[in-house]
């Protein structure tokens, strides 16, 4: 039996009734760039969310970018994040003219140190941008204390932690602003490209309202000089729908991870996640650790199970960030992490039997290197 990585196919089949009733409206009425079916998932998502403003746009990576320049971060200035992140976080912080200025991660959530961020910050630091990674929220409030006595701001890279919770918070309402990837493998997926942000700060969701829709209020009247980064109107109608499932998605994939634990809790050469005491972690990865990863990887993928990695080389050790000086052994953590982590199959759609194919591989694959030790 094969496990796929992911499975979206499974996913839209038990949906697929609503969602194309839904796009069926979208088509109907041509509202297809923003429109009335983006305002209607935006109010939804900022009700889920806890804030007062929830903005649609085109990725996740944009979202970033947005935020930053909506709080006139810019060239000069640095902003700090974890290398153990998707490469957008930093890429945003570039695109505004910024320097990103990484800190290590903590085990065992591999989310930003909150120890070592005080010693980061330099006259020069304008924001902090925490990554809520593998879908459970960093440690937010060593952070925003921090934060508050710097007068930094926070955005929170929420785009693997839609509706993970922190203290009760959901994930995007505890910084200044934060932003969400509907990529179509996030747990909240679109069809397509697309990405959200949400705030509390009425003039910042004004302003990025107005940024995202060419600078305009009023059509062709242009009050500062925008961009065009709309969500579209079949991604908000499906996003829409979606929305009304996440909350028993995320517990499934609650469950699962539970499953994974109890049945792997025996292979001592694994390390399994944990979850945090503060934290409600929605499994938008599930990560373990081990010595043989490369092998493990291998012999995963040989036997037809779809694991990968998250993610093979931190930002600060990629060639495209060569410029900013970093070398092996400035972040000991992000990086020993990144050559163990390992990703096993995680969807809301998985079987017990997929669960229990992806551990007797796993079982298998340590039984035969014993026997040969
Ligand atoms: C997916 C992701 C992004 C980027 O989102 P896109 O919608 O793909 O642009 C940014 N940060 C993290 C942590 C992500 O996982």
């Known amino acids: 039996m094969n496990v796929p990585f992911l499975d979206l196919k499974t996913q839209y089949k038990s949906i697929k009734d609503e969602i194309d009733a839904e796009i069926g409206k979208v088509l109907?009425?041509?509202?297809?760039?923003?429109?009335?079916?983006?305002?209607?998932?935006?109010?939804?998502?900022?009700?889920?969310?806890?804030?007062?403003?929830?903005?649609?746009?085109?990725?996740?990576?944009?979202?970033?970018?947005?935020?930053?320049?909506?709080?006139?971060?810019?060239?000069?200035?640095?902003?700090?994040?974890?290398?153990?992140?998707?490469?957008?976080?930093?890429?945003?912080?570039?695109?505004?003219?910024?320097?990103?200025?990484?800190?290590?991660?903590?085990?065992?959530?591999?989310?930003?140190?909150?120890?070592?961020?005080?010693?980061?910050?330099?006259?020069?630091?304008?924001?902090?941008?925490?990554?809520?990674?593998?879908?459970?929220?960093?440690?937010?409030?060593?952070?925003?204390?921090?934060?508050?006595?710097?007068?930094?701001?926070?955005?929170?890279?929420?785009?693997?932690?839609?509706?993970?919770?922190?203290?009760?918070?959901?994930?995007?309402?505890?910084?200044?602003?934060?932003?969400?990837?509907?990529?179509?493998?996030?747990?909240?997926?679109?069809f397509g490209e697309g990405g959200g942000i949400t705030t509390n700060d009425d003039e910042l969701a004004a302003w990025m309202h107005m940024f995202l829709n060419h600078g305009q209020e009023k059509k062709y009247y242009h009050e500062i000089i925008g961009w065009n980064g709309r969500l579209d109107g079949i991604q908000g109608a499906v996003l829409k729908v979606k929305l009304g499932h996440l909350d028993k998605w995320n517990e499934l994939r609650r469950s699962h991870a539970a499953r994974y634990r109890a049945l792997l809790l025996d292979v001592k050469d694994l390390s399994l996640p944990v979850e945090e005491d503060y934290s409600s972690h929605v499994y938008h990865i599930f990560a373990v650790r081990c010595k043989e990863r490369d092998e493990l990887l291998a012999y995963l993928n040989e036997n037809g199970i779809g694991a990968g990695i998250h993610y093979p080389v931190p930002v600060h050790l990629q060639s495209a960030y060569s410029e900013l000086g970093y070398s092996e052994g400035s972040f000991p953590v992000a990086e020993q992490s990144a050559s163990e982590f390992i990703s096993l199959p995680m969807f809301p759609d998985m079987t017990d039997e997929q669960i229990e194919r992806v551990v007797s591989v796993v079982k298998k694959f340590y039984a035969e290197r014993y026997a040969t030790v």
């Open 28 to 190: 109907e009425n041509t509202a297809f760039a923003g429109g009335p079916f983006v305002k209607a998932f935006e109010k939804d998502f900022a009700e889920y969310c806890n804030v007062k403003h929830a903005i649609g746009c085109g990725s996740g990576t944009e979202a970033l970018w947005i935020i930053l320049l909506a709080m006139g971060v810019g060239p000069g200035d640095e902003v700090i994040t974890t290398p153990n992140t998707f490469i957008a976080t930093a890429e945003a912080i570039t695109f505004v003219g910024a320097t990103p200025v990484f800190v290590d991660v903590v085990e065992p959530s591999y989310s930003m140190d909150p120890t070592v961020l005080e010693a980061a910050i330099t006259n020069k630091t304008r924001a902090i941008i925490p990554v809520h990674i593998f879908g459970q929220v960093c440690d937010m409030d060593p952070i925003m204390d921090i934060a508050d006595r710097y007068g930094l701001k926070v955005i929170e890279d929420a785009c693997q932690a839609h509706g993970a919770e922190y203290k009760g918070k959901r994930a995007g309402s505890i910084g200044d602003a934060a932003a969400f990837s509907f990529y179509p493998g996030k747990n909240l997926g679109a």
